[in-house]
């Protein structure tokens, strides 16, 4: 195909148009799309600059001299880990500073108005008209105090004199818009009285309210299960075309980012490590952080080992050489030497590296290396028919389901969220009445835990989501992996003996034991799920339960977390049952998968044969609503866009 010419091209960060070379088919599709009347940003951020003031009176610095271009109609995409400083360069972008922010250097131009020196009066009138704002915690954003109504018309009103009624009948429609079931009535609710999804979706029509320029994203879907989360994206983006706004979306999700973006902006120690068309950078990376980010990411339609990043972020700017440098394997002793600069790629993006990567070297992945004949042994659990109901509910929030699981075999459940998958792991621990029988190594187990041996006691542990509430803040991690190991040995075990499993536990995690002493608050999430793994493998387990134990993790960190548990599982025959919503996950990880729908097991299967043949409508649904990086430029491939699982909508 001949090249577009300049007047399509890739618009440079820094404001040089470059010609379109080696763009893909949807890229030239969305450059067309902006027509060059539209080629002034909306938002334009130059050479950014932030720093935290710490009590000790010296600065932080964070996000060091970033550039972005937000244009009319299109969605940037703001990638990387946590920390890497992303949330905070969208905040200050929009103007908005708490009292320990420093901005140190450069300009965000709306119009002709610098929202970095504006004073806060002139900004207060326009964020929540010209700019708006969603967050990840729809919950925290809404008051439960007032009606969902009231604080609609409120916003309106603080920026149009208009009407009550008038405010009314907007906020229907509103509502409306973002599909809320009957919102008339809606109007009237409170916010305890919405679902998460629901909540997420008022917040976007709130957002949306005055009819904004700019609309920045802050993890909007995160914690959502994934039918929802792509309901949302197809929300997002049909609002974003319809309404002609400039939208930054930051994620640390790279598969979302590829499907709701037309550019890409990746994120390393505060600075823009590579910059360019969504597709071209995802498809095609050249800095060896892009690449690693995107191994990180499990695929849903290809079998392949995910790899976590080695290493940790550095908690402020690197100066002087290359920041990633200590985790890089293509480090070279001239990157260790320099600043970086900004190469431009062929595509018209930049790429913050020396020596970009190439073809192959960029996007090789790993087999699984998982065997795929299941054991033979006998089981280590038999699920059989298993029924739960919850008060005041008719339906059964597990309908009969039935599972075997042998030593080192990992199983998969999937499903929506109110599946039932949860409940079902929970009667399994013991934490929920249920009719039908679970036998455990040959012992049939009581309904409740308390009521059940030692040995089928610790030998089914739980790891739950939120490490946070199931550990004890007041405990250290060496007293948190102590006592389960305490607890389930017959005899005593001397101090010394104690301190030397704990500490072959914890490097069995890859936690180091300088942090024995520490309390879980001065933890980082990843570590913090690591030490609920160490807690849980302590007492040597014949069975692990793990609830969504990695949707709160970044993608590295969950790669991470994710070859532990493999690892662990294989090295000590542990069997593990692993809820997740995120299939994708499930498929790097487990030997067969569970899809569960309104409390019931509706198909069970080897991983790669359900994956590859789902036999019901449902599990195919399903797959298709994920995001993924590999859908490539097929017209076909899957995607959130095209996709409706039916049912409620949540
Ligand atoms: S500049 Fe060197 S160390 Fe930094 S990412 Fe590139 S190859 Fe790796």
Known sequence: MGNPGPQFGYRHPLGRVQPCRGCTGERRRSLRKRKSSDLTAVLDVRNLSVAYRQSSGTLNHVVEKVDLKLFAGQVLGLAGESGSG????????????????????????LGDRDLLVLPREDLRAIWGKEIAYVSQDSYGALSPATTIGHQFIQ???????????????????????????????????????????????????????????????D???SGLDVTTQARISALIRELVSENNVATLYVSHDLAL????????????????VEYGPTAAIVDRPQHPYTSALIRA??????????????GQTPPSVVLGRCSFSDRCAYKREACEQTDIPDLLRNDGGVVKCLFPLKGQQARARIDTGRATGLSST??????????????????????????????????????????????????????????GSIEFDGEVLAASARKRSKIAKFGIQVIFQNPDTSLNPRHTIFDLI?????????????????????????????????????????????QKQRVAIARAFAPKPKVVLCDEITSALDVSVQAHVLQLLRDLSDKSGTAIVFVSHNLAVIRSLADKCMVMHL??????????????????????????AIPDLQCGDNENAFSPMRVSVKGEIN
């Open 86 to 109: 992303k949330s905070t360069t969208a905040l200050a972008a929009i103007g908005y500073k708490s009292s320990n922010v420093a901005i140190t250097s450069g300009e965000a131009l």
């Open 155 to 217: 916003t309106i009103r603080r920026h149009f004199a208009i009407s009550h009624a008038d405010a009314v009948a907007r906020c229907i429609e509103l509502l409306r818009s973002v599909a809320i079931p009957d919102p008339e009535s809606a109007v009237g609710r409170y916010s305890y009285e919405f679902s998460g999804g629901q909540l997420q979706r008022i917040c976007i029509a709130m957002a949306m309210a005055c009819k904004p320029r700019l609309l920045l994203l």
């Open 219 to 221: 993890e909007p879907t």
């Open 257 to 272: 980012l590829r499907e709701c973006s037309d550019e890409l902006a990746v994120m390393y120690n505060g600075r823009v």
């Open 297 to 310: 990411v499990p695929s849903v339609r290809i079998p392949a080992k995910i790899e976590g990043i080695s």
């Open 378 to 435: 006998a089981p280590v659990l038999k699920v059989s028919n298993i029924s739960c109901h919850y008060l005041f509910k008719k339906e059964p929030a597990v309908n009969n389901v039935s599972l075997t699981l042998r030593p080192k075999e990992i199983i998969g459940i999937v499903g929506e969220s109110g599946s039932g998958k949860s409940t079902l792991l929970r009667a399994i621990a013991g934490l929920q009445p249920f009719s």
């Open 482 to 526: 102590r006592r389960p190991l305490v607890l389930a040995r017959e005899g005593k075990i001397s101090r010394s003996d104690q301190h030397d499993i704990v500490v072959e536990t914890m490097r069995s995690v890859s936690l180091p034991t300088s942090i024995l002493d520490r309390y879980p608050s001065e933890l980082s999430g990843g």
């Open 599 to 624: 409390g019931k097991d509706i198909e069970q299967q080897p991983t790669e044969q359900l994956f590859n043949s789902p036999l019901q409508e449902y599990s195919r649904e399903l797959l298709r």
